[in-house]
């Protein structure tokens, strides 16, 4: 899918958009379930995250095609309960990255991602980073496909592990950029 018959938009999010984001989140986090993954509960998801999130200077965004909502992501610009001494003003940090299960094989993963690269780059930040369930093989292979790298894994005392990917945005951002001239 290319940018120029693409037709994804993405939008900043509002708080009216409150209930489809939710609706996005619980679907894959029941699809999750389901495939016995458990890295997203739909419990954990509540509509006041979604103003939590924006108040902490959060953005949220999401993406339609033909006015139905596909996905959704939220990228913040400092991530250090996750990232720890890892953390870093010079990055952009996704997360709540969910694609509506009826559009999966649309490419529109793919193109959230690196909408969500060019809007991290936008904001000055040489780095897009996120991180996955360690134990969740599919979706790590999926972003190592998407060319981000593990650079750490976290153990929390609950038991819970999640791997840290980043992906240098500036700098293959620049290779593109000279592949050209």
């Known amino acids: 899918m290319t940018e120029s018959n693409n037709p994804i938009e993405v939008r900043p ?5 409150g209930e489809t984001i939710l ?22 998801f509540n509509i006041g995250q979604i103003k939590e999130w924006m108040d902490s200077g959060a953005d ?7 006015g139905e909502a596909v996905g959704t992501l939220l990228i913040c610009w400092t991530d250090p309960s996750v990232w720890e001494e890892l953390n870093s003003e010079d990055a952009g940090y996704i997360h709540r990255f969910a694609v509506s299960r009826t559009h999966t094989n649309a ?3 793919r193109y959230l991602l690196a909408w969500a690269e060019r809007e991290i780059e936008a904001r000055g930040k040489k780095m897009a980073r996120l ?11 999926y972003y190592q496909s998407n060319g981000y790298v593990q650079v750490a894994t976290r153990h929390w005392s609950n038991g819970w592990r999640a791997n840290l990917y980043e992906k240098e ?3 293959s951002n620049e290779v593109q950029a000279n592949s050209f001239t």
């Open 131 to 141: 991180d996955c369930m360690a134990d969740n093989t599919a979706l790590n292979s």
């Open 169 to 171: 945005i500036a700098k």
């Open 13 to 17: 999010a509002v708080l009216s958009d």
């Open 107 to 109: 490419g529109v993963g």
């Open 23 to 44: 609706s996005l989140w619980q679907t894959a986090a029941r699809w999750l379930l389901a495939k016995g993954i458990e890295q997203w509960k739909p419990e954990y």
């Open 60 to 66: 949220i965004f999401i993406a339609s095609i033909d």
